[in-house]
């Protein structure tokens, strides 16, 4: 079944696959309590494109909830749902109904250890007591931290044996005297006496200067509370970009600190934000609240520009990608600048910033139009590409 997977619409080539073999290994590993789990009782984080979701509901799991960063991992589950006849699960956002009295959590283990550590204690805080969590991930892409981050919530955690190259986490949810022990968890007491959950330490937040701004981050964010240096980099090259605009875009905006930043330069500008990482969104929107700007700056979970019109952008910014998931590939990032140069307007301006050995100048001139090298330092080059007229 999972052969018969597919990635649409993320990006699809040869070296890019829809399952693997951690998918594979933690479906195995959790068979025999899918088979006997009771209906509502699973949860999944992380899963790529459906094979957690899809696999553990063809052995016998029920009423399944899932949780996927991603906009395009959600849409290709719901795709290979429909191509294969299964349906009985619901994508949640990272929430505590998704993890409410569940006693079976499988997680595909993320990059960040950030985002681990927020799902980990969103576990804690709501799966049923003695729930036992499975995470897997690709022997290269793991590390002792991880077991760290698991074991901060969950106490003991052990690893399997590596199968083709990969391997599983299990850890067990802590029962309530468990939580009361241990820092982190449930420790405080209410006044009638009844244990109360801590609150959460996500999202956390810091000052950035510039822009001028307090940004809130989730912990699946790219660069957290912090200024990434190619969005620095950017930020200090924003005054001539199209300067007449009276609306621009952020594609990819993650914490929204460059939508704050032309938003709190240039009053009369309406901004447009879009992700499609409901962690990026989420941390954009609280971002916005906090600088006072969530009436001029919309928010929005989206593949590229998918929900915006041709022709109706002014000026976009765009600080790719250069990696899906853990492979390097520039496909991510033409991907954006191909939906953006559909957005332009004639005469509208996109400026990128990128990792310089990408040389993304022939693709910005073929489908954008005449493109200037703004700036240039020992990593980045920012460009500006403005959108020929209409043939």
């Known amino acids: 079944m999972l ?5 649409r619409p993320d990006v699809e080539a040869p070296n890019l696959v829809a399952a693997d073999a951690a998918d594979r290994l933690l479906l195995d590993t959790a068979a025999g309590r899918l088979a006997a789990s009771a209906p509502g009782s699973v ?7 459906g094979a957690l979701t899809l696999g553990a509901l063809a052995l016998g799991a029920r009423g399944i909830r899932t949780h996927q960063d991603p906009l395009l991992g959600e849409r290709a589950l ?13 994508s949640h956002g990272l929430d505590a109904a998704l993890a409410a009295d569940a006693a079976l959590v499988l997680v595909r283990l993320p990059k960040s250890l950030d985002q681990l550590d927020e799902w980990a204690g969103l576990i ?15 022997v290269k892409h ?10 901060r919530w969950f106490g003991g955690v052990s690893a399997g044996l590596a199968r083709q190259k990969a391997r599983v986490l299990t ?4 029962d309530l005297a468990g939580r009361l022990r241990t820092p982190g968890r449930m420790r405080r007491i209410d006044s009638d006496g009844d244990p ?28 957290g509370a912090a200024l990434d240096i190619g969005t620095r980099f950017l930020l200090d090259h924003l005054a001539d970009a199209n300067p007449r605009a009276t609306a621009a875009i952020d594609l990819g905006c993650g914490t929204g600190v460059l939508a704050a930043a032309l938003a709190l330069a240039r009053p009369g500008l309406r901004v447009h934000a ?21 009436d001029r700056v919309t928010v929005v979970r989206d593949d590229a520009l998918g929900s915006l019109p041709d022709a109706s952008a002014e000026l976009i910014l765009l600080n790719p990608p250069f990696h899906t998931g853990t492979t390097v590939t520039a496909d991510v990032g033409i991907r954006l600048i191909a939906d953006a140069a559909r957005v332009l307007a004639p005469g509208g301006e996109l400026r990128v910033v990128f990792n310089s050995h990408l040389r993304y100048q022939p693709v910005l001139r073929r489908l954008v139009g005449a493109t200037r090298q703004v700036a240039r330092n020992n990593k980045f080059t920012i460009t500006a590409s403005v959108k020929s007229p209409s043939p």
Do not use: K
């Open 196 to 223: 109360a959950q801590e609150p959460s330490t996500w999202p956390r937040t810091a000052r950035l200067d510039p822009p001028g701004i307090v940004v809130s981050a989730h912990g699946g964010v790219f660069a």
């Open 274 to 294: 879009s992700d499609q990482s409901a962690a990026a969104v989420a941390s954009a929107r609280e971002t916005m609240a906090r600088a006072g700007l969530d």
């Open 171 to 174: 850890a067990t949810v802590p």
């Open 124 to 138: 804690a805080r709501h799966a049923a007591p003695g729930a036992v969590v499975l995470a897997a991930g690709m």
């Open 78 to 90: 719901a795709a290979n749902a429909a191509q294969l006849g299964l349906s009985d699960f619901a």
């Open 43 to 49: 949860a999944v984080l992380g899963d790529g494109f």
């Open 3 to 7: 052969a018969a997977l597919r990635r």
């Open 142 to 151: 793991m590390t002792l931290a991880q077991n760290e981050v698991l074991g």
